[in-house]
T-cell receptor
Framework: QKEVEQDPGPLSVPEGAIVSLNCTYS??????FMWYRQYSRKGPELLMY????GNKEDGRFTAQVDKSSKYISLFIRDSQPSDSATYLC???????????FGTGTRLLVSP | GAGVSQTPSNKVTEKGKYVELRCDPI?????LYWYRQSLGQGPEFLIY????????DSGLPNDRFFAVRPEGSVSTLKIQRTERGDSAVYLC??????????????FGPGTRLLVL
């Protein structure tokens, strides 16, 4: 079993929809939780990160962490065709820089 | 450009050959990372440098893989006796380094390695 599980999709939504992306994990030592966006043939780009449990909002994006359930989410409001990409969750332990990634969820937003 | 650069962008080799992949980090970044991303998978950690030394090489799959960063800037990932299973995108990232907390890792576009 992988340390981080993520549905690979693809997830297809119409423009303007609210998108929910999720990951589960098994290592309770993870303290930092990140969401990366990766366009085709590009490297991952950090969208946002959260330390421990709680919510964080940045524009149209909201990240949630529920450590008791070992479950993290990324919500995208008013989705745009330009949001079409693969979204990777990643996490790491306090004091570590090694990131453990999920498989990524491919998101397709149609006009 | 100010980002992480990787060369070559694509590499095709034959099984059993030796390859070198190069990474130029963002100027001033002391931390450098290598990850491997297989098709349909997320990046998998290989090795992390702080300065010239490998701070964590726990992700290197076997002794065919080796990485160096002799002057604390450019890094080279070396793969000996390549196997078809080594085919993947090799990603390099860099971060500021030495902050003591979580550091944002900035990724390059990757080198696509195909072993025939």
């Amino acid at each position: 079993q992988k340390e981080v599980e993520q549905d690979p999709g693809p997830l297809s939504v119409p423009e303007g929809a609210i998108v929910s992306l999720n990951c589960t994990y098994s290592n309770s030592a993870f303290q930092y939780f990140m969401w990366y966006r990766q366009y085709s043939r590009k490297g991952p780009e950090l969208l946002m990160y959260t330390y421990s449990s709680g919510n964080k909002e940045d524009g149209r994006f909201t990240a949630q962490v529920d450590k008791s359930s070992k479950y993290i989410s990324l919500f995208i409001r008013d989705s745009q065709p330009s949001d079409s990409a693969t979204y990777l969750c990643a996490m790491t332990r306090l004091g570590f820089q090694k990131l453990v990634f999920g498989t990524g969820t491919r998101l397709l937003v149609s006009p | 450009g100010a980002g992480v650069s990787q060369t070559p962008s694509n590499k095709v080799t034959e099984k059993g050959k030796y390859v070198e992949l190069r990474c130029d980090p963002i100027s001033g970044h002391t931390a450098l990372y290598w990850y491997r991303q297989s098709l349909g998978q997320g990046p998998e950690f290989l090795i992390y440098f702080q300065g010239t030394g490998a701070a964590d090489d726990s992700g290197l799959p076997n002794d065919r893989f080796f990485a160096v960063r002799p002057e604390g800037s450019v890094s080279t990932l070396k793969i000996q006796r390549t196997e078809r299973g080594d085919s993947a995108v090799y990603l390099c990232a860099s971060s500021q380094g030495g902050t003591g907390g979580l550091e944002t890792q900035y990724f390059g576009p990757g080198t696509r390695l195909l072993v025939l």
